[in-house]
């Protein structure tokens, strides 16, 4: 399962990173592509390769739609972005963001795909799932090359899995009486 989701990962970036067009009439022929060149890995156990990627296909497409309503509000979409954070006291946090999203009026969005479970939405409120407020907290403090500080205004998961929800999208769940701004 891991693996799989390490290889989901890697599609939906590359489709962002090579700055595909979410609008292009090829374009699940290119995340097809995409998918058949990075599950590749599986092609020593066929059956497994074929399930992955017929199960992926249900994804893809929702992915698309999902991006393509986004679209008229993005500005730039940057995929798997690295980042480090440094405090004047030694401690350094390392991490690495699924996607950060400009929008055009300035705000940014991060969003992070999960094949495994989402958080639940108490466990968000109660900041203990701290991974989307720690990139939050990233990009407020200049920690992202190339993108300048300022506060997230959304922070949301997508669960990525199989059948008609193959592609669910979550915001994350602020703690009551916070804004997220306050809450990072």
Known sequence: ARER??????V??????ENCDFEAADAAG??????????????TIPEQRAIWLRRFE???EQFLA??????????ERRAEVEGLWAWPNGFSLK????????????????????TGAVPESKTMQQLLAPQLPLEAAMIASDAFPGINARIAEALTYIKVGLGPEAFVPKPYAEPKGLTLAAAI
């Open 5 to 10: 989701g390490t290889l989901v990962h890697a």
């Open 12 to 17: 939906f970036a590359r489709f962002v990173r």
């Open 30 to 43: 290119r995340l097809k592509l995409f998918a058949e060149e990075a599950f590749s890995a599986l092609d």
């Open 58 to 60: 249900r994804a893809a």
């Open 66 to 75: 999902f991006e393509r309503a986004r679209t008229p509000e993005i500005a």
């Open 95 to 114: 991490g690495r963001a699924d996607r950060i999203d400009l929008r055009h009026d300035g705000r940014f969005e991060i969003i992070d795909f999960k």
